[in-house]
């Protein structure tokens, strides 16, 4: 059975495959945009999706339902994990530096548990996680 770290790297993965699939590519400058843009159809645009990233306006279509897909995927194996929850509450935590910061708010926005779980999560590895840091 898969841990929550190897959930979260195929979930990448997936994820990458999927930018690539469908002509993702980001920029931050005009430069950029013209070294990094990936070739279009016939009378296709490109259309912004927010972060410095671009997609060809007919790949929007796949990217957003393979994007649901890799979701409802990741939170399905998630579930099978023994302690899943809690290490992907850390995890969260730990990405958005909530145990420096000491405000939750942002792993919050991202997690689908409540806030209370996330809470108590986070005052139980807080210590230890700074410890180690």
């Known amino acids: ?3 929550y770290q190897e959930i979260r790297q195929e979930s990448e993965v ?3 495959s999927l930018l690539k699939k469908c002509g993702v590519f980001f920029a931050f400058s005009n430069e950029q945009f013209q070294e990094n843009k990936t070739p279009l159809q016939e009378g296709d645009k490109y259309v912004g999706i927010g972060h410095g990233g671009y997609i060809p306006k007919g790949k929007v279509k796949e990217y957003i339902e393979g994007m649901d897909e890799i979701e409802t995927w990741e939170k399905r194996e998630i579930k099978k994990v023994k302690d899943a ?5 850390a995890y969260e ?4 530096e909530c145990y420096y910061t000491g405000d939750i708010s ?5 997690l689908p548990y409540p806030k209370k ?3 108590k999560v986070y005052l139980d590895t807080k210590e ?5 840091n």
Not at 128 to 132: M, S
């Open 128 to 132: 230890e996680v700074l410890a180690r």
């Open 117 to 119: 779980d996330v809470l």
């Open 85 to 89: 929850k809690r290490e992907h509450i």
């Open 14 to 16: 997936k994820l990458n």
């Open 93 to 96: 935590l730990s990405s958005h």
């Open 106 to 110: 942002d792993a919050l926005a991202v």
């Open 1 to 3: 059975m898969k841990n």
